[in-house]
């Protein structure tokens, strides 16, 4: 476990009572709270060398533009990315699989053709290609997941056999805390022929990424996620890949010439950059990544997953508790339901004794129906929760069983 | 031992009517349904109501998965006990009613007034909203389902 009382101070959220109780931030999942460190990085940011980057001659804008390109060398350094100009800043990863599905989708994806996903996509991983296979006349398949909330490799071979031009799952599911077999399921895809998209939203802040041994094609994440600012994130991808699609943003930037009615296009990856880029996001996430790398990603993964062993034994104790996802593989993602309790209610009478959960379809609604329920409560984990965290939320639980009368195992529905 | 301000939300009346929920059926003869739907917390309500001449005569509603949150569950339930056999022109009173209550206003009549703690918890006012907009929409034969997102009152 990670000594958390040296961690937590760096955190000024977290010295802020919430409704008068230790506020207890187990909503990591939808995003992180932010180490001083990264504050003061934005703050000396502006501070120091704030101009616009790409542009100026002078000493400013250089300094500018050296902190926005060397954040981009340190995103791909942290991922192991194939190459610096492979790493492409988006506000996020739902922006990053637009981008993909906008030019490399539009160029490559044609009437007939099919796209897999899988029945735990996040909404961001999902919409933008049924957006896409609306507009080309192609065929979106949903690869079945198992009960315990893995892929169905069955399936998943089986949707394989259309060939499909695109295969795009999640390294880890943000509903269910499953770490897929990534590599695998991407040899698997490519064998058949297509190209893959890993969404690594929820991996990325917590475990060891490395995008070449993945062999993926694409891949996506966010720095709200991990310690960043939101509005931070990156498109990992071959440079190869790049250079073939058309620009996203048409604008400043992203141009190499510009006649009256026509334009070339800067080189990758500035062609996907149009626009004054975030800079302040840029530098926050190379700053995040500095922090984490200080902790050791490793260290993170065990402490997550010691956090989440524990809740899940913890909650199993609770007559009443469904604990969804499986056994093995899985991130510092609690997915669960108490009784007949609503998971909206659940989290309201949680916010009570300071203990922040989400509670609802987190973005996954045909996950949802798939498990069968209309919401789950879901606790998540990162560096600076302990087991101080998990009693109280075991505690808040407890105290919302008795308040809607489900503590007695006779009152729950069979 | 809840904090006071949690027992302002929960009372015993929505507590017992989110456990044993009144007019939960469908009503079969029913003249004007509608569905109102909450996206954020996946909540869904179909309503049933059976006008003759102006007056509700039956009400009944279901939560097609089993499952509403117990403040929507609860006000739906509230609901329908308020309405049956009213004049729809009181139906629609008690609507705003309640809804002004929600924003701020005096406490609405009866067990309805069960709801003023709502006010103190702004993310659940759309739910306790929810199964009266719901209502509105029926009584005014609209088609479309209402959402807690779209609807601009809510």
């Not at chain 1, 990603?297 to 997550?304: C, N, W």
Request: proline share 6%.
């Amino acid at each position: 476990m990670l000594d958390t009382a040296r961690i937590r101070p760096d955190f000024p959220i977290l010295a802020q009572p919430e409704n008068g109780h230790r506020l207890v931030y187990l909503d990591s999942a939808a995003t992180t709270q932010k180490p001083r460190q990264v504050l003061d990085a934005i703050i000396r940011y502006y501070s120091t060398s704030n101009a616009n980057v790409h542009r100026g001659a002078y000493t400013l804008a250089v300094a500018a533009t050296d902190a926005y390109e060397s954040a981009r060398l340190t995103v791909a350094r942290f991922v192991n990315a194939w190459a610096p100009e492979g790493v492409v800043f988006t506000r996020g990863t739902t922006e990053a699989i637009n981008l993909v599905a906008s030019t490399w989708g539009r160029t490559n994806v044609h009437r007939g053709d099919t796209v897999v996903v899988t029945g735990m996509e996040h909404h961001s991983n999902l919409v933008p290609w049924q957006m896409l296979c609306l507009e080309k006349g192609a065929t979106l398949r949903m690869v079945a997941i198992t009960e315990d909330g893995r892929v169905d490799l069955s399936d998943f071979g089986k949707a394989l056999e259309s060939r499909p031009k695109l295969v795009a799952f999640p390294y880890v599911s943000n509903s269910l805390g499953t770490v897929n077999p990534a590599a695998q399921l991407t040899k698997l895809a490519q064998a058949a022929g297509a190209t893959v998209l890993i969404d690594g939203a929820q991996a990325t802040p917590h475990l060891r990424v490395d995008v070449q041994g993945l062999g993926c094609d694409f891949y996506a994440f966010s720095g709200h996620k991990m310690l960043a600012p939101m509005g931070s994130g990156a498109l990992v991808a071959k440079p190869a890949l790049l250079e073939e699609m058309p620009p996203y943003h048409g604008g400043g930037e992203m141009i190499e010439r510009v006649w009256d009615d026509r334009s070339s296009w800067n080189r990758i990856p500035h062609k996907f950059e149009g626009g004054t880029p975030n800079v302040e996001a840029a530098v926050g996430l190379a700053a995040a990544i500095g922090y984490l790398e200080q902790i050791g990603l490793d260290r993170v993964a065990e402490h997550e997953q010691a956090l989440a062993r524990t809740t899940i034994e913890r909650l199993n104790e609770i007559e009443g508790v469904r604990v969804f996802g499986p056994r093995d593989h899985r991130a510092g993602v609690v997915p669960f339901i108490y009784g007949d309790i609503h998971p909206h209610d659940l989290a309201t009478i949680l916010d009570r004794d300071g203990v922040c959960i989400r509670a609802g379809h987190h973005c996954t609604q045909p996950l949802m129906r798939r498990l069968g329920v209309p919401a789950t409560a879901r606790a998540s984990f990162y560096v600076y929760n302990d087991v101080d965290d998990i009693d109280a939320l075991i505690t808040a639980v407890r105290r919302a069983g008795e308040l809607f009368g489900v503590s007695s195992p006779l009152s729950l529905p069979s | 031992m809840t904090s006071p301000d949690l027992g302002e939300l929960y009372q015993q009346t929505i507590l017992d009517h989110n456990r044993n929920p009144r007019n939960f059926r469908r009503v079969e003869s029913a003249n004007r349904t509608a569905e109102g739907h909450n996206p954020l917390c996946g909540d869904r309500i179909q309503l049933y109501v059976q006008v003759e001449g102006d007056a509700i005569a039956d009400i009944g509603f279901q939560m097609p998965q089993g499952a509403g949150c117990a403040i929507s569950k609860a006000s739906a339930s509230l609901m329908t006990g308020a309405v049956k056999g009213k004049p729809v022109a009181d139906a629609e009173e008690l609507f705003r009613s309640f809804r002004d209550m929600l924003a701020g206003g005096a406490p609405a009549p009866g067990k309805l007034a069960a709801f003023a703690g709502v006010r103190a918890f702004p993310s659940r006012i759309k739910c306790a909203n929810l199964a009266w907009h719901a209502l509105h929409a029926a009584l005014q034969n609209r088609a479309e389902p209402v959402s807690t997102e779209s609807a601009g009152d809510f």
